[in-house]
């Protein structure tokens, strides 16, 4: 089984539309994070988290919350989706222990029509 | 400045050593890294190097560092049609959030 599980893999949804995409892990990290990813932009930071009580905004966090449900669960929400957000999601987690190393889920493709 | 640069492509022939490069502008940065993503995959981690290293060696992978220039590179050895993938590199600046991907290189081998 996947240390860094989300769900769902892929989503299509209509502008407006409000959509959650949830990530869970196994691997006792205190840190989670979401991304996003577009052709030719890279990973980008939308939120990261570094344990339940700690929320913080990302580069592009507008249009966007997120929930920490506990420590292994890590929620995206788009309050009303456009089509600008089309794009593939990643979460991460992260210990603060030497090497710092990310490790990723296996996305989930969102595409807004 | 932030802002990490990978070309885009690179096509190799099987068996042949494979060197992706990328070039960084944070000096401050603490961790260096190369992911890997295959189709309809997340990020792979391959391999890291800390700042003050100049070489790490992981069997096939060789990971360089000239921090005077800025610049990390990749080689593979022998590279096989299953290192067909795009590959990433981040820093780390330590302790903090924020790591800073490049936009990736799309590696292509052919048979």
């Known amino acids: 089984d996947a240390d860094v599980t989300q769900t769902p893999r892929n989503r299509i949804t209509k502008t407006g539309k409000r959509i959650m995409l949830e990530c869970s892990q196994t691997?006792?990290?205190?840190?989670m994070y979401w991304y996003r990813q577009d052709p030719g932009l890279g990973l980008r930071l939308i939120y990261y988290?570094?344990?339940?009580?700690?929320?913080n905004k990302g580069e592009i966090s507008d249009g966007y919350s997120v929930s920490r449900q506990a420590q292994a669960k890590f929620s995206l929400s788009l309050e009303s989706a456009i089509p600008n957000q089309t794009a593939l999601y990643f979460c991460?987690?992260?210990?603060?222990?030497?090497?710092?190393?990310?490790?990723f889920g296996a996305g989930t493709r969102l595409s807004v029509l | 400045g932030e802002d990490v640069e990978q070309s885009l492509f690179l096509s190799v022939r099987e068996g042949d050593s494979s060197v992706i490069n990328c070039t960084y502008t944070?000096?401050?940065?603490?961790?260096l890294y190369w992911y890997k993503q295959e189709p309809g995959a997340g990020l792979q981690l391959l391999t890291y190097?800390?700042?003050?290293?100049d070489m790490k060696q992981d069997q096939r992978l060789t990971v360089l560092l000239n921090k005077k220039d800025k610049h990390l590179s990749l080689r593979i050895a022998d590279t096989q049609t299953g290192d067909s993938a795009i590959y990433f590199c981040?820093?780390?600046?330590?302790?903090?959030?924020?790591?800073?991907f490049g936009t990736g290189t799309r590696l292509k081998v052919l048979a």
């Open positions: 991460a987690t992260s210990a603060s222990r030497a090497g710092n190393i990310q490790y």
């Open positions: 691997k006792g990290h205190d840190r």
């Open positions: 988290s570094f344990d339940v009580k700690d929320i």
């Open positions: 944070d000096s401050s940065s603490t961790y």
């Open positions: 190097i800390f700042s003050n290293m």
């Open positions: 981040a820093e780390n600046f330590s302790g903090t959030y924020k790591y800073i």
